[in-house]
């Protein structure tokens, strides 16, 4: 189907047949495609932001038909996309290469072509400030220019994290003060993300969808369109519901997280392998669900997502205790990190001043090179303010910077000498044997038990 291009700049937008726009459109996505395999064969879809989410969403899009406008303010975004020079599984990138010979996967900045899309899938980020609140900035400009480009018939989804209401506040409100009414100029739905990036058992494909529209005929022209790049769809009444399950989910895995950290401690002060604790608990059918301890939580969801309820909350409303312990624990756990490699090194006899000192893996998670909130960062900044020699290697992150300073991967770290080695990330085919032959090794994983590991506690 093919919609005719209006020119948003108008402001106010009218028209008598608007609303049998939306009804053909409808029509056309709940009708079903012609091809199985490819159910949105003849669809245009735009895709606003080209991340982590938004790059695999416009991937998923193109094999289910779809022509695809990737959309991205950063022309370098772009330009590494067109050199697949960017964080994706091998299958994914696979699918990428074979987009230069269809011709149906177009890169721009140009936000003037959104008009011509069928539908617009918004994919920003989310991110926090330094003082942990929310930064609407990058989801407020693509809100907006969405909203000011939309034309009669079109579907909106909107997919970044934010806190209840947010579709409302920056999609549907703006949209009516332009003139176009949800369920019958347009149609606007909010399907929360569910990227696990670098984890080939959780891909897209193979992980249900959560679809809330502002109407009936959003959900289900949603669940249409994005039916192909899920398991399942699961609808459920409203874009609120939609927006506060993906809060939830993530909520749930940051308390569990941090309570995993917690017990791992009490394990270690008495003598008890954490991990092998947790592997017995998860033999257990129900009611239980394994959680690992690490070096805290870093990426786009856990240190962000849970912000975004937490300062929504009135300060004469429900309390969150438990959420804001959880939190607090795990933005404090790096410096817990930081003291307990000062005291391994204090009872070495060497202190951390001066100490060569090596953090092995900086990425969030294995197998990306993802920095964002990594715990990595503040590891590195807390041990080098201690005075330690601090280093890191990671074979998939070259370069980082750390308080304005520019650090680079070791690449032999088995051919140097450490006081102490810190394990943080371990990437799916790295080499552990050498540290068999360093001194104090401290793994925030409790995984290693081939090094002489000194417990966190």
């Given at each position: 189907m093919t919609i005719t291009q209006h020119n948003a700049s108008d402001g106010m937008v009218r028209g008598a047949d608007a609303g049998a726009a939306v009804a053909r459109w409808t029509d056309r996505l709940c009708g079903g495609g012609d091809d199985d395999a490819t159910p949105l064969l003849g669809l245009t879809v735009a895709v606003v932001g080209l991340g982590y989410v938004g790059l695999p969403t416009a991937l998923g899009l193109l094999d289910a038909g779809a022509t695809v406008l990737g959309v991205d303010i950063s022309e370098q975004r772009l330009t590494d996309i067109r050199n697949g020079d960017v964080d994706l599984l091998p299958a994914q990138h696979a699918a990428l290469a074979c987009t230069e010979s269809t011709g149906a996967f177009l890169l721009t900045s140009d936000v003037d072509t959104l008009p011509g899309a069928d539908a617009v899938i918004i994919c920003v980020p989310t991110p926090v400030t330094e003082d942990h609140r929310p930064d609407l900035r990058a989801l407020r400009a693509a809100c907006a220019t969405v909203v000011e480009r939309a034309v009669p018939g079109q579907l909106i989804v909107l997919t970044s994290t934010s806190h209840v209401g947010t579709t409302r506040e920056l999609l549907l409100a703006p949209l009516a003060e332009r003139g176009l009414t949800a369920e019958r100029d347009v149609l606007v739905a909010f399907a929360p993300e569910r990227i696990d990036p670098g984890n080939e058992h959780h891909t897209p494909e193979n992980t249900?969808?959560?679809?809330?529209?502002?109407?009936?005929?959003?959900?289900?022209?949603?669940?249409?369109?994005?039916?192909?790049?899920?398991?399942?769809?699961?609808?459920?009444?409203?874009?609120?519901?939609?927006?506060?399950?993906?809060?939830?989910?993530?909520?749930?895995?940051?308390?569990?997280?941090?309570?995993?950290?917690?017990?791992?401690?009490?394990?270690?002060?008495?003598?008890?392998?954490?991990?092998?604790?947790?592997?017995?608990?998860?033999?257990?059918?129900?009611?239980?669900?394994?959680?690992?301890?690490?070096?805290?939580?870093?990426?786009?969801?856990?240190?962000?997502?849970?912000?975004?309820?937490?300062?929504?909350?009135?300060?004469?409303?429900?309390?969150?205790?438990?959420?804001?312990?959880?939190?607090?624990?795990?933005?404090?756990?790096?410096?817990?990190?930081?003291?307990?490699?000062?005291?391994?090194?204090?009872?070495?006899?060497?202190?951390?001043?001066?100490?060569?000192?090596?953090?092995?893996?900086?990425?969030?998670?294995?197998?990306?090179?993802?920095m964002r909130e990594s715990p990595a960062l503040r590891l590195l900044g807390l041990l080098a303010d201690g005075g330690a020699e601090a280093h890191y290697t990671d074979s998939h992150v070259p370069l980082l910077t750390v308080d304005g300073r520019e650090l680079t991967s070791v690449p032999e770290p088995h051919e140097e000498h450490w006081d102490l080695v810190i394990v943080h990330t371990v990437h799916p085919g790295d080499d552990l044997g050498w540290l068999a032959a360093v001194p104090r090794v401290l793994d925030t994983r409790h995984r290693i038990r081939s090094a002489p590991c000194a417990p966190l506690r």
């Amino acid at each position: 189907m093919t919609i005719t291009q209006h020119n948003a700049s108008d402001g106010m937008v009218r028209g008598a047949d608007a609303g049998a726009a939306v009804a053909r459109w409808t029509d056309r996505l709940c009708g079903g495609g012609d091809d199985d395999a490819t159910p949105l064969l003849g669809l245009t879809v735009a895709v606003v932001g080209l991340g982590y989410v938004g790059l695999p969403t416009a991937l998923g899009l193109l094999d289910a038909g779809a022509t695809v406008l990737g959309v991205d303010i950063s022309e370098q975004r772009l330009t590494d996309i067109r050199n697949g020079d960017v964080d994706l599984l091998p299958a994914q990138h696979a699918a990428l290469a074979c987009t230069e010979s269809t011709g149906a996967f177009l890169l721009t900045s140009d936000v003037d072509t959104l008009p011509g899309a069928d539908a617009v899938i918004i994919c920003v980020p989310t991110p926090v400030t330094e003082d942990h609140r929310p930064d609407l900035r990058a989801l407020r400009a693509a809100c907006a220019t969405v909203v000011e480009r939309a034309v009669p018939g079109q579907l909106i989804v909107l997919t970044s994290t934010s806190h209840v209401g947010t579709t409302r506040e920056l999609l549907l409100a703006p949209l009516a003060e332009r003139g176009l009414t949800a369920e019958r100029d347009v149609l606007v739905a909010f399907a929360p993300e569910r990227i696990d990036p670098g984890n080939e058992h959780h891909t897209p494909e193979n992980t249900p969808r959560i679809v809330g529209g502002a109407g009936p005929a959003a959900t289900r022209a949603a669940a249409f369109l994005l039916r192909a790049t899920a398991s399942r769809i699961h609808e459920v009444s409203d874009p609120e519901t939609a927006e506060m399950a993906k809060l939830w989910e993530n909520i749930f895995r940051a308390v569990n997280i941090a309570l995993a950290n917690e017990l791992s401690e009490a394990c270690a002060h008495l003598g008890v392998a954490p991990v092998q604790v947790i592997e017995a608990a998860a033999t257990k059918p129900y009611g239980f669900m394994p959680f690992y301890p690490g070096p805290g939580a870093g990426g786009h969801c856990i240190p962000c997502d849970p912000y975004y309820l937490l300062h929504q909350l009135p300060p004469d409303g429900p309390a969150a205790p438990v959420l804001s312990s959880a939190m607090t624990a795990l933005r404090e756990r790096p410096a817990q990190i930081a003291g307990r490699a000062e005291e391994l090194l204090r009872a070495d006899g060497t202190g951390l001043p001066g100490a060569r000192v090596l953090v092995l893996g900086a990425a969030y998670k294995p197998g990306v090179s993802d920095m964002r909130e990594s715990p990595a960062l503040r590891l590195l900044g807390l041990l080098a303010d201690g005075g330690a020699e601090a280093h890191y290697t990671d074979s998939h992150v070259p370069l980082l910077t750390v308080d304005g300073r520019e650090l680079t991967s070791v690449p032999e770290p088995h051919e140097e000498h450490w006081d102490l080695v810190i394990v943080h990330t371990v990437h799916p085919g790295d080499d552990l044997g050498w540290l068999a032959a360093v001194p104090r090794v401290l793994d925030t994983r409790h995984r290693i038990r081939s090094a002489p590991c000194a417990p966190l506690r």
